[in-house]
Every structure is written in C-alpha cells, then in structure tokens.
C-alpha cells in the first residue's frame, strides 16, 4: 500500500459526459501528480500541484482540469469524453520541498475510465 | 525534453534465471525511480535511485549518473516478478518540479 487513495477504482460512462476523479496523496506529502496510461500512449504526465498551486503541466487536455484543495487532495475533472479518453488514470504524490527537490513519487492504484 | 530508452521491450525467462534491464537517459537528473506494473496494473515502487547502488532481496540497481544509464537486476525470477518495469526520471535543470517522465517499459514474463 502506497499510502495514496484514488476514487473510484472503476469508471464506465459514455460520450459526452463529464467525470470527476479524486487523489488523497500519503500523510505529509504536498506534491500530487496526475499521470494517464493508455495502451499507445504510455504513461504520461498530465499535471502537478504543489500546497495548492499549479506547479508544472505536460499533455494535458484543454478539456481536463484539476486542483488541489487546502486539505492536499486533489481532483482531475474531465470532460465532454471521448472514446481515446479511455484509459488509466494515476495519481502520485511526493514530499515535494518548497525549494523543487520533490522527493521519491508514489503511485494510487489508478483509476481505470471506460468511455462507451 | 529529456528521452528515456528501455531495453529489451520484452523479455521471457524461465523461473529461477537471472535477468538485466536497461534505462538509458538524455540528460542529467535529479531523480531516477524503478517502478514494476503488475498485472492489476498496480504500479509498485522498487528503487529511488539518482545515483549509485541498492538492493533489496532478489533485486538490486546501479545508476551510472555520469553515463546517464542505470541497470536492474532480478535474480532467481519467479512467476509473480512478471509484469512491465518503468524507469522514471525528473529532468535536472532550473524549473524542474519532480514530475516523472517514463521510458515505454519492459515486459517480463516468467515462466514457471
């Protein structure tokens, strides 16, 4: 067990819609990660958030958005789904010093969203 | 952006062999990280290792900062060590925040 919680494990909607997937990264850790992997992608950086701000952006969608709440846990919201949305989402979190080292990432066990 | 090489995509060893996986990178880093991806999909670290060498058990690595390369080594392989490997690095250089970039993996199968 990693110490990091994502909701929910599982996730089937269909076109169109708009989901809402949940991070509570392990006690202490101010760094959370949101990571896709799909099976021609790979695993991919989407976005990062340090004590509540935005720190770094990769690949991430115009479509998607997330944050980062005052009690650390984070949510990534994506919307108006596509079928390539389907895929596994991961959050990671890690100590994440104010100074840029971050520190050892850990992984959730992912979310796995199906879009029909 | 900095580029990570695993080699070989894809391995199959029969139980108890011995195997090395490879992790070739563009740049210095700050961060190396090992990480196996079992068959649930569950991605489990195994070592946070920028430079130098660890083990623990049957596993162990070397990163060899200066020649922007680390090795895995899995000894005596059992079945449940199959899954896909990743190395991980965070690019060091002024603005880098600890996000990981992933190699594409190697695939082990053990046969029992």
């Known amino acids: 067990d990693s110490g990091v919680t994502q909701t929910p494990k599982h996730l089937i909607t269909a076109t169109g819609q708009r989901v809402t997937l949940r991070c509570s990264p392990r006690s202490g850790d101010l760094s959370v990660y949101w990571y896709q992997q799909s099976l021609d992608q790979g695993l991919q950086f989407l976005i990062q958030?340090?004590?509540?701000?935005?720190?770094a952006k990769g690949n991430i969608l115009e479509r998607f958005s997330a944050q980062q709440f005052p009690d650390l846990h984070s949510e990534l919201n994506l919307s108006s789904l596509e079928l390539g949305d389907s895929a596994l989402y991961f959050c990671a979190s890690s100590v994440g010093l104010a100074d840029g080292w971050a520190g050892e990432l850990f992984f959730g066990e992912g979310s796995r969203l199906t879009v029909l | 952006g900095i580029q990570v090489e695993q080699s070989p995509p894809d391995l199959i060893l029969q139980e108890g062999a011995n195997s090395t996986l490879r992790c070739n990178f563009s740049d210095s880093v700050n961060n190396l990280q090992w990480f196996h991806q079992n068959p649930w999909g569950q991605l489990i670290n195994l070592f946070y290792i920028p430079s130098g060498t660890k083990q623990n058990g049957r596993l162990s690595a070397t990163t060899v900062a200066t020649e922007r390369y680390s090795l895995l080594y899995i000894s005596s392989s059992q079945t449940t060590d199959s899954g896909v490997y990743f190395c991980a690095v965070d690019e060091n250089y002024g603005g880098s925040q600890g996000n990981l970039i992933f190699g594409k993996g190697t695939k082990l199968s053990v046969k029992p």
């Open positions: 958030y340090y004590n509540g701000e935005e720190r």
